[in-house]
């Protein structure tokens, strides 16, 4: 009988043993992957001293996209110019410079005018077009058509230059009243149409939603805006002349600290 009980003692532990070492193996073999991982990444992102990017960036996004450039600077060592301006100014220095590794466009639609220039395009965040009234919304404004109404002073980007100037333009056609709202200024910045609002200079703007200061202003509940919104992308330029930085940043731009970046300045992420 003890040496029955001896044997099974024996074969308990040298069971636990081989358990044991292959759970240990596992462990290591885990612990390999993950440092694999790391290496990876470090290798992707951590080392881009003496790289260059040159990337041209909508207006309205400088806010967040400066911040982005900032925190992929710091990663990688790679130097980031970054120039900000309307569709048309971008376009136009695309065209002519023939210069660049991505253009962060205001929507898909800024892009096509330099489609030549273009290798592929990624999705990034939602560009969504609000209606913002002032705090108290004086003028009783319940929709687009009552923008038309008496007394209201309206505030709108540039049709010629911006895409929410565009959209605007579009918006006022498409319900029959853009010849009779009071335009009081269609050339203004996300900022101006905000001061506006706020000092009660205008009663009324189409802005960004991203662009507009909860505090200052007042987003208008309504669904007519739901078929004017619009995708920022991010263009990659076949005219860039460091290929490894711009494969790293076109990753980073998938990053969740990129995504944070976005949404904390208001923006939904592109679906």
């Not at 687009?144 to 918006?171: M, Q, S, Y």
């Not at 669904?223 to 263009?235: F, G, N, Q, R």
Request: proline share 3%; with cysteine.
């Amino acid at each position: 009988m003890k040496k029955i009980i001896v044997s099974m003692i024996l074969a308990f532990t040298l069971t636990a043993l081989v358990t044991g070492c292959n759970s240990s193996k596992q462990d290591e073999s885990k612990n390999k992957v993950l440092e694999t991982d790391v290496q990876n990444q470090e290798a992707k992102q951590g080392k881009l001293e003496g790289h260059s990017l040159f990337i041209f960036c909508g207006a309205g996004m400088k806010d967040p996209f400066e911040e982005i450039a900032t925190e992929f600077e710091k990663l990688t060592g790679c130097v980031v110019q970054v120039t900000y301006g309307n569709a048309a100014q971008i376009q136009t220095q695309i065209q002519t410079a023939k210069e660049g590794d991505f253009f962060i466009a205001g929507s898909a639609e800024e892009v096509r005018p330099v489609a030549d220039f273009v290798d592929e395009s990624k999705e990034l965040v939602k560009h969504i077009p609000v209606i913002a009234v002032d705090l108290e919304n004086s003028k009783h404004i319940n929709s687009v058509k009552d923008l038309a109404n008496e007394g209201v002073r309206l505030i709108v980007g540039d049709p010629e230059a911006t895409p929410i100037g565009k959209i605007a333009n579009k918006i006022l056609a498409d319900f029959s009243i853009k010849d009779k709202v009071e335009i009081i200024s269609n050339t203004a910045t996300a900022p101006a149409m905000m001061t506006a609002l706020e000092t009660k200079e205008a009663d009324a703007a189409i802005i960004w939603k991203e662009n507009v200061n909860e505090k200052k202003a007042k987003i208008l509940d309504t669904d007519e805006m739901s078929v004017y919104i619009k995708t920022i992308p991010a263009a990659k330029l076949n005219t860039s002349e460091d290929k490894e930085a711009q494969e790293v940043f076109e990753e980073y731009l998938d990053s969740d600290s990129v995504k944070n970046i976005w949404t904390n300045f208001g923006y939904e992420m592109a679906e």
